[in-house]
């Protein structure tokens, strides 16, 4: 966008007027009025980055929307020049409005403006300054120190001039507000384009005479600094949430005991090497000693370890929620703040909450403006020693399921039947009468301590006749406090030696300001691995994820019980499904350990049995209709065909077809070689016979060797005979 007409081009004499208004407040478009760095909107006069997502600062949502400045203030004197003009000389009072103390970024904000109106277009450079002041504004601008000296940059000099008590008759913060307009004008007068970002240009003021008092702060300030170092308590490791939605990064801190001497304090603290710092400011008029009205938590932007950025979210909230507790412990149960909330995604209630970074891509966060109710000690200890990034549960449970391997005797002594479920359809009857549970205490259940998850195992017996292994089953429970982190680090204790083989999980999480990266990869963990949805489940009270062998049901906030009464549906329905399935395989094996090797022949009294076995299982337990409600068997049905039940089924019936056919081979084998026995028999017997009528023949005539030229051939003749019959026999 070219260069507009300015006031001065439509000869109007401008008389700017400021004001200054709370952090935070909210404003709506006011002719004649541009809210800049405040206001909590983007409209017609009205330019906040505050509440945006994004890095954006006040300077650049300036730059960036300029119509919304110029047009509201000049468009009616463009109109009126348009139709009839404006005399030379013309005085008009126009008013920026930004917050009290207003910082770099809005004085930058306001000077833009004041420019843009005054010469139609901002002023050369001004792209190179708003680049430089978004750096400031995230806390990316280090201090510049060099051998022997430290090169202040403009923006420090304005905060010295911030501290400053003396600021003539007018107003602190409007005397700040126009002096900074001095450094600017300085700074860009200087040098234009890339140039203006050099050492040279951002330091030059300091060179300056009228700002003589400024580099003598500052120098000041160094040695302040050194006091504040002497009483810092400095943290080697605190957790703080990456900002991939990782695991969290540990970080040094420091925490400043009480306010510091330092004006550049935090400058300071990440030059020392400390990313993380906790600071108090202003004297408390309640509390006593371990109270400050204003608490600023910060982490230095440009820190990474291994390439991963730390991050405040969460701790915004975290404190939210505190401070909401210790004001309606103060006044009776009410929060003394009121207002329409400052923002509207559930993680405040009232105008003037703990400012939580998201402005700042989750970097820093403050306190109201008003002044929190929390004391140091809690501010500090929620922000250097919680878990303020964790997902809070509402409700939830999980259930791991563990097939044992081996068919196991029914539970002695505290065993009892199983209850039916809710919905449960009579064709289950029967394997519930023939099955048993015992309560169990595995090493890896009851060593858990963590009192927020409520650990409790169980072994199932089904009928050891049909090929069933005992399944270990052990329910979590949360308890209040329990987070979605807490339940994935307790489901990996117990899968620490062997994964579950199932697995159903129940979760509500409570509000929360976790990256949506990081829930997703928690929930994935604690369902051992990606699934897929399951629209035909999901509902408006759920969201349904699926696998083969997991069910994840994400809860939406109902006014149900967290727990039914009763044995849970879904979880009964998860266990039949891993029954048939589990005595299913069972049975394969059982049939392929009877097929023998080489010319063995089978064992028919095991062939029996398990036959026997098999055809118990598919008329009593062997059942397609599980529940009566929709849900039972949709759930029941999209489990077995993620499985592939029916074609195992199938290939179990169909290894059975083999083994019967294989066991009529071998019968069929044993015959015909009996069979040949008894021929043989049979045939030798007649020709003993034959011998027999021989020899009796002879008795009664002359005996001598002529006999045998005929009784030989005889014999020769029967045996060929019976071996060309044999012959064509096994030729058929």
Known sequence: MGRCLGARDLGLSIDWRYRFIGHGERASTTPGVVYVDVGGALAPGVLDHHGLEGGSCAAEVVLQNRELAYNHLLGPWLERHATQGIPEGTRWQATIVTHVSPDWDGVVAAYLVRRLIEEGDFPAGAHEAVAFTRQVDQGRYAIDVGPGQTRWAVHLAYLALQSLKSQGSLPPSQAHLLRGFELIDHWIARAAGPSLLSV???????????????????????????????????????????????????????????????????YWVRAAGYPLFVCPYGESEIGGSDHFPRVIVSV????????????????GFALEQAEEAERALRNGGVDDRGGPPRFDDGSCKNADPWYDGRGHEWTIVDAPRNGTALDYASVVRIATEGHFWEVPLVRASVTLVWDLGQPGEHAPGASSALRPFPGMAPTLAPLYADSTEATARHADASAREDDRLLTAERLRFYPIHCSSAPMRVVRIDAQPGATLESLVECCRELEADCAADYRLVKVQPGVHFAPAARVSGLLRAVAGGDLATLDALSSEQETLLFSGRAVLSRLMPSPDAVHPLGPDADEEVLLYVAYLWQTLLAFSRRISDLVPSGRAGLDGIRVHQVRTDFLRFQTRYYQLEVSRLDRGRMLFGALTQALGMFALYGEVQSELDRLAELEEGFAVERRTRADEVIQATLYFLSVAGIFQTILAFLTWQERGPQMWWWVTPILVGAVGLYSWVRWKARAR
Request: charged share 30%; hydrophobic share 40%; no cysteine.
């Open 300 to 315: 230095d932007p440009v820190f990474r370890v291994a390439g991963r950025a730390p991050t405040l979210r969460g701790l």
């Open 200 to 266: 040279p240009s951002l330091t030059s003021w300091a060179e300056e005479p009228p700002f003589a008092d400024l580099r003598d702060m500052l120098e000041a300030d160094r040695r302040a600094f050194e006091r504040d170092r002497a009483q810092a308590r400095l943290l080697e490791k605190v957790k703080l949430p990456a900002a991939d939605g990782g695991e969290p990064i540990e970080v040094p801190a420091w925490v400043a005991p009480q306010p510091t001497e330092s004006l550049l304090n935090k």
